[in-house]
């Protein structure tokens, strides 16, 4: 047997056990993971929340003034989205599960039908989140919004500290919450 030829046997089986190596460290294991699902670190700093301000449907005024020193979801969304009509029941929850904690969910509507459809929508759900008609100005001030739903989270300081586009399960929404509560 030659010195080449030897060579590249050994570089074979060198090749197969590192494939074997890496492939068996690559698998998912089949015994159940018991631990608690982790949290993000601490979520960067994307840019300062927009001025903006409108009137709910409620009458009261909402806007950045109005939630200094509060956790904020701004979800930019409408009636007839089914990933926004998604998330909604999510967000009744979290708005009652940390509500006391400084969180405040705000939904901003694109609806182009107006006052009366959403206001209807908000009854039939039992919506307890504050909600307003988004105007072209405040969807500027966000930067535009090209897909809805599309939702920032502002820390206690006016940081939008992550954004989403497209729906999000409660659970894995509510971790990145928790890293500003």
């Known amino acids: 047997m030659t010195f080449f030829t030897q ?3 050994q570089g074979v089986v060198l090749l197969t056990l590192a494939a074997i190596v890496f492939l068996c460290g690559c698998t998912r294991s089949n015994v159940p993971d ?8 601490i979520l960067p700093v994307l840019s300062a929340s927009p001025a903006w301000q409108l009137t709910a449907l ?19 969304w409408a009636t007839w989205c089914g990933p926004c009509v998604h998330e909604i ?10 509500g006391d904690r400084g969180l405040v969910i ?3 509507s694109v609806d182009q039908n107006g006052k009366t459809v959403v206001s209807k929508f908000i ?16 969807i500027a001030a966000f930067g535009g919004v090209e897909a809805i739903p599309t939702t920032f989270l502002i820390d206690r300081e006016g940081y939008i500290r992550h954004k989403k586009t497209g729906a999000m399960e409660s659970e894995e929404y509510e971790k990145l919450i928790l890293t500003l509560l």
Do not use: H, M, W
């Open 58 to 76: 409620d009458g009261k005024t909402v806007g950045a003034e109005q939630l200094k020193g509060k956790v904020v979801v701004v979800d930019f």
């Open 34 to 41: 018991t631990a608690q699902p982790q949290a993000p670190a």
């Open 7 to 9: 060579v590249r046997r």
């Open 106 to 108: 705000v939904g901003l």
């Open 123 to 138: 009854s039939d759900r039992g919506i307890n989140y504050t909600i307003a008609l988004a105007t072209e100005e405040v």
């Open 89 to 98: 029941p999510g967000y009744i929850a979290l708005q009652k599960k940390y």
